[in-house]
């Protein structure tokens, strides 16, 4: 759908992310030898990723792209679990020295649980990351070191809606909690499954995203929230607008609005129903509309995006999300070649090599990367709080606690096993052993 190395025209100005302007503009570019001493003659490459089908499109076509230009490099693909399981893969194969050469995985919080001083290659001297934006690398920073080369877009996490379910049924897109939950009503109302939830195997990473995409009203409610939460003075049980994620789950399921199957339907089930228009409502992050695109390119059009709403109509925001990123594991004996690959990657070769794979989903966090001028609706309506300055970054990218349950509380809250406040006290209690683990003052 999109052609080689695109140079339609910028996303324009991405807004304000609070860590650091997303900054689109010059770079020279290309994968060439690093810092280091280049690595020469064949030689073999091995990447863990995760299982989705976005993110192996995006590596595929990564590698793809490289190899053309390096015959000399083969390059494999392992894959790994998503959600807690795929965490617990990674660390588990750190900590035993079997790691392959490169690897995928969050930045953020749950990259702080690493360790990754101890266990990650510094990146910070290399000339290739001078392309990778200040925003990008505050999400890769441990101490003094700088640890990862991101890999897709900017994301926003709120509600993908099929856009034929709201004009059929004369809605418009909610400005307010009360009016997101007048909408689904209306909904159901009319045969379809309202918000579509994915509790099913490999897919219960999709449960958090009505308390971790909420994030914007709680910084608007309490601002300054994330670092009164880091020192242990602020809790998602002691304060009301933190707690609401987990009571907006909770009123999904008592009031019927999640689809039946709830239970068993996955990441891949919910995109069909959401793109085919059997669920009319998904919260996810944005990175799904490549999904969307790789496998319903004639929904396409039929999918929009809004964030997740608040309380004041008059402040309506998205809660914004760092890509992932490749990071080498420490004590590998392919270093040079894998500082290579990475130095393509953070290029704008690189970076139309990924639009071609699977095509944009917002901003790129590396300079010079332009993207083309026929954006999916979705991520033009992402665009559009990026614009307008209606952003703020998620609860993992400013502080480093992130329980690692939270997957399974979220999941138990909605399916009307535990409360929002019950919810809400659990996942303090799981902070507060992941913070103590992390050595945190005041935990």
């Not at 010059?26 to 995760?50: F, H, N, Q, R, Y």
């Not at 998620?394 to 509380?409: D, N, T």
Request: hydrophobic fraction near 40%; aromatic fraction near 10%.
């Amino acid at each position: 759908m999109l052609s080689r190395k695109i140079r339609a025209r910028r996303l324009g100005a991405v807004g304000t992310v609070a860590i650091a302007g997303l900054a689109l503009a010059g770079c020279s570019g290309g994968g060439g030898a690093t810092d280091d001493e280049s690595a020469s003659g064949p030689v073999e490459l091995t990447i863990l990723i995760d299982s989705t089908e976005a993110t192996v499109s995006t590596m595929q076509g990564l590698v793809d792209a490289y190899t053309a230009e390096n015959p000399d490099v083969t390059i494999e693909l392992e894959n790994r679990p998503q959600g807690s399981e795929g965490d617990n893969v990674v660390k588990t194969r750190l900590q035993t020295g079997d790691m392959p050469d490169l690897f995928w995985y969050n930045s953020g919080s749950l990259l702080q649980a690493l360790a990754p001083e101890q266990t990650l290659v510094d990146l910070s001297g290399e000339s290739f990351m001078d392309a990778v934006t200040d925003t990008f690398k505050a999400g890769v920073t441990a101490g003094e070191g700088v640890y990862g080369v991101p890999v897709g877009n900017a994301m926003g996490g709120g509600v993908l809606y099929n856009k034929k379910v709201y004009e059929q049924l004369g809605l418009e897109v909610p400005t307010t909690w009360a009016d997101f939950i007048s909408n689904s009503e209306a909904i159901k109302a009319a045969g379809i499954d309202p918000i579509i939830q994915s509790y099913g195997a490999d897919s219960t990473w999709t449960s958090q995203l009505f308390v971790l995409g909420d994030y914007y009203n709680v910084e608007a409610a309490d601002p300054g929230w994330a670092e009164k939460f880091t020192a242990n003075e602020a809790h998602f049980a002691d304060t009301p607008s933190a707690q609401l994620g987990f009571d907006h789950l909770q009123e999904g399921f008592e009031k019927g609005l999640y689809n039946a199957d709830f239970g068993t339907t996955t990441y891949a089930d919910a995109l069909e129903k959401l793109a085919t228009g059997t669920g009319a409502q998904y919260p996810m992050l944005t990175f799904a509309v490549s999904e969307i695109q790789a496998n319903f390119p004639d929904n396409l059009q039929d999918v929009g995006f809004f964030a997740i709403p608040g309380e004041d109509a008059s402040d309506v925001g998205m809660t914004t999300w760092l890509s992932a990123a490749l990071y080498i594991p420490q004590g590998g004996e392919n270093e040079a070649a894998a500082k290579e690959f990475l130095a393509f990657v953070a290029s704008p070769e690189g970076c139309d090599a990924q639009t071609e794979a699977v095509g944009v989903t917002g901003p790129y966090f590396i300079d010079g990367c332009d993207l083309p001028a026929d954006l999916p609706p979705a991520v033009q309506d992402l665009q559009a709080y990026f614009d307008s300055g209606k952003t703020f970054p998620a609860l993992e990218f400013l502080s480093p606690v992130k329980g690692p349950s939270l997957e399974q509380i979220t999941v138990a809250v909605g399916s009307g096993i535990n409360t929002g406040a019950e919810g809400a006290a659990l996942y303090d209690d799981d902070v507060l052993k992941q913070a103590q683990q992390l050595g945190l003052e005041g935990w």
